[in-house]
């Protein structure tokens, strides 16, 4: 079954720019989709689709991907933007997969 | 705007069969263009697909869970529901249901999420 890998935790200073990756076979043919996971909250769609932002999500986060890695980027991180990260993708079969979370601690 | 929202126990005994259902407000669950999916996450784990549902009755299920998983949907009542069977402590877990957006074939994406619902397995 398919698989997307990411970094169990990253950290940027307040204002900084910070990047998190995703990286699985799947994301070769599929879009990967970003989830924002604050504690006690459910997820919360941040970027789906080549680049795209839900409404009321800001434009600080911003989507992109080459090859087998999708990455996710927070330009000006605010406090706010603490929180688990997740990627998701569908795989050839129509199943879903989703990524094993990325702490994201702004210092 | 739509809604999603889950119901059911939050204590199942060992080996019984978890049985939850996720009511849709503000919109039609035969909508085409949108599946209708279950999620769980252990407690302190990651997100973890269980399955999900077209307004149809098509289905696609987790391969890891797929022996013991059956979602079924009730168009007449706008709601669609999630059975586990033989459950253990291990399916104790935070269960969401969402809505899949499937309209393209390259990014299928989760766009809207239920609060959630723990279901603890226990005797």
């Known amino acids: 079954s398919s698989e997307l890998t990411q970094d169990p935790a990253v950290s940027v200073a307040l204002g900084q720019t910070v990047r998190i990756t995703c990286q699985g076979d799947s994301l070769r043919s599929y879009y990967a989709s970003w989830y924002q996971q604050k504690p006690g909250q459910a997820p919360v769609l941040v970027i789906y689709g080549k680049n795209n932002r839900p409404s009321g999500i800001p434009d600080r986060f911003s989507g992109s991907s080459s090859g087998n890695t999708a990455s996710l980027t927070i330009t000006g991180a605010q406090a706010e933007d603490e929180a688990d990260y997740y990627c998701n993708s569908r795989d050839s079969s129509g199943n879903q997969v989703f990524g094993g979370g990325t702490k994201l601690t702004v210092l | 705007q739509v809604q999603l929202q889950e119901s059911g126990p939050g204590l199942v005994k060992p080996s019984q069969t978890l049985s939850l259902t996720c009511t849709v407000s503000g919109g039609s669950i035969s909508s085409g263009g949108y599946y209708w999916s279950w999620i769980r996450q252990h407690p302190g784990k990651g997100l973890e697909w269980i399955g999900y549902?077209?307004?149809?009755?098509?289905?696609y299920y987790n391969p890891s869970l797929k022996s013991r998983v059956t979602i079924s949907v009730d168009t007449s009542k706008n709601q669609f529901s999630l059975k586990l069977s033989s459950v253990t402590a291990a399916d104790t877990a935070v269960y969401y249901c969402?809505?899949?957006?499937?309209?393209?074939?390259?990014?299928?994406?989760?766009?809207?999420w239920g609060r959630g619902t723990l279901v603890t397995v226990s005797s």
């Open positions: 969402a809505r899949v957006d499937s309209s393209g074939w390259r990014d299928w994406y989760f766009d809207l």
């Open positions: 549902i077209y307004y149809s009755g098509s289905t």
